[in-house]
Nanobody, 123 residues
């Protein structure tokens, strides 16, 4: 079992910055791919960024490329999302996701979600 907890959300003006943190319990954190998703009011949850277990590979949705940076510190069991040049359309609840392949051949990946942290960007 992995417990995932996000922090670092808040209210910021457009153009400002925030850094989200996601702390995950468990000795196997370094084997998990980690990702950030967000959900704005009235919209579906959407992918924001992800990072491989080693930190070698990162992926971003187009709307945040060049503004957001995902990183991880496996020694601290933490993944970060540095968000710069924030826009009002970035306002959402941000969720952290931990994922690892199933222990069963052909089975679905094992996924854990945090409770989310609110990010509000004022214009």
């Amino acid at each position: 079992q992995v417990h995932v907890v996000e922090s670092g959300g808040g209210l910021v003006q457009a153009g400002g910055s925030l850094r989200l943190s996601c702390a995950a319990s468990g000795r196997t954190f370094s084997s998990y791919g980690m990702g950030w998703f967000r959900q704005a009011p009235g919209k579906e949850r959407e992918f924001v960024a992800s990072i491989s277990w080693s930190g070698t590979y990162t992926y971003y949705t187009d709307s945040v490329k060049g503004r957001f940076t995902i990183s991880r510190d496996n020694a601290k069991n933490t993944v970060y999302l540095q968000m710069n040049s924030l826009k009002p359309e970035d306002t959402a609840v941000y969720y952290c996701k931990a994922e690892t392949p199933s222990t069963v051949v052909g089975g679905p990946p094992i996924v854990y979600w945090g409770q989310g942290t609110q990010v509000t960007v004022s214009s």
